[in-house]
């Protein structure tokens, strides 16, 4: 096999994280287009996770897409994170059978895989996904404390640490302190082109009065502020009354209490909201993307926003908001605008101003894939798990 000039034979690679396929966040989607990729390269890829729901399959009876899933019983719950016992015996088992450990962060099990790794002798390429922001509280700065300093631990061991941008590390204060060890690699970012039939009978069914159509993609949780871009309404309904904006994704959390806390606020708008759901089928989300006008995010904090490219890969602009590593696909691009974060007015407005003119801020699908090339991405960490691969 022959990557980057050089042959350098199959690898095994053990990946760690918390949550996997079928789990939908942006994390666990880019985990398994790294994985899925490196196995049609050539190379063996186990995932290590957390049996997250009673009915999916336990311990290492289970492959899809030729990556192998070991899946650890967590019986202990807490907020997003779990405990899994077997974990550390797992976990050392695994590594002595492969040659390079990929860990994500944050995780509760940050420190714990560094020292497992020592002790097996296999070094760490960690990605990093985003600092942990919690709410005000002595229990959420305790825990957000604990979470840091583990992943300190691991950080100082690794032997590289990947982050979405130098725009993001840079402001990180999980990666800032080590930007000495920081590889700067984008997301891998894969969009099936829209299907223009279903698109029109989406915006048929959407639309009212053949007014716009806003998307929303991610879940209803604080980080994500959607209670800002319903707010935003009112400053768009003075230009565009017939206005309606569709939400992509979970809303009713049940480890959070965001829908039930902005209720007033969706009941208000409600003739304007369409809530869809996870979408699982890439089509339908292509799909859903092109039939909206514009993509909003209104977060206060995001490392980059996969969903960013994935709706300008549809051909459908964004507004973002103002945000270290989450304004970088518009900067590099083009392909829409930024807002002032929390701001529900100048979200409105740069809404506003994307929707008055969509033409003025749409590229070609393939100068987005000339940014932010999926190929290269994997590429970059084939190289690094070839650096830093110890073999038997």
């Not at 904006?245 to 304007?272: K, N």
């Amino acid at each position: 096999m022959t990557t980057n000039g050089t042959d350098s034979g199959k690898l095994k690679i053990l990946i760690c994280l918390l949550y996997y396929f079928p789990h939908r966040t942006g994390l666990t989607i880019h985990v398994q287009r790294v994985a899925e990729e490196l196995v049609r390269r050539g190379h063996e890829v186990t995932v290590l996770t957390a049996r997250y729901k009673n009915d999916l399959p336990r311990d290492d009876h289970e492959m899809h897409e030729g990556v192998r899933i070991v899946r650890l019983w967590a019986p202990i719950r807490m907020s997003r994170g779990m405990i899994m016992p077997a974990y550390p015996w797992a976990a050392y088992q695994l590594m002595q059978s492969h040659d390079v450990v990929s860990i994500h962060t944050p995780m509760l099990e940050t420190a714990l895989v560094s020292l497992i790794s020592s002790l097996a002798g296999k070094k760490i390429v960690a990605t990093h996904h985003g600092d942990l922001l919690l709410p005000p509280g002595a229990f959420n700065r305790f825990i957000q404390g604990t979470m840091f300093a583990m992943y300190r631990f691991m950080a100082q061991r690794a032997a590289q640490l990947i982050a979405y941008s130098d725009d993001y590390a840079r402001h990180s204060y999980y990666l800032q302190p080590f930007l000495d060890k920081v590889t700067v690699n984008y997301p891998p970012i894969q969009m099936p082109a829209p299907n223009p039939q279903r698109v029109e009978e989406l915006r048929a069914e959407w639309a009212h009065n053949g007014g716009p159509l806003i998307g929303f993609a991610g879940r209803f949780v604080r980080e994500k502020r959607p209670d800002l871009l319903i707010r935003a309404l009112e400053v768009i309904n003075a230009h565009y009354p017939d206005v309606r904006v569709v939400f992509a994704g979970e809303y009713d959390i049940p480890y959070e209490d965001t829908w039930e806390t902005h209720q007033e606020l969706v009941q208000q708008y409600r003739d304007q909201l369409i809530f869809l759901g996870l979408m699982y089928d890439p089509q339908d989300v292509a799909d859903f993307y092109a039939a909206v006008d514009v993509l909003a995010l209104t977060s206060d904090s995001e490392c980059f926003a996969l969903v960013q490219v994935e709706a300008m890969l549809c051909g459908t602009p964004v507004v973002m908001t103002d945000t270290p590593g989450g304004r970088v696909p518009v900067q590099a691009t083009g392909m829409g605008k930024l807002a002032t974060r929390g701001d529900w007015q100048s979200i409105g407005q740069a809404l506003v101003d994307v929707l008055a003119d969509t033409d003025a801020y749409r590229k070609t699908r393939q100068e987005i894939e000339d940014v932010f090339s999926f190929q290269q991405t994997v590429d970059n960490y084939e190289r690094l798990f070839y650096t830093y691969a110890k073999r038997d």
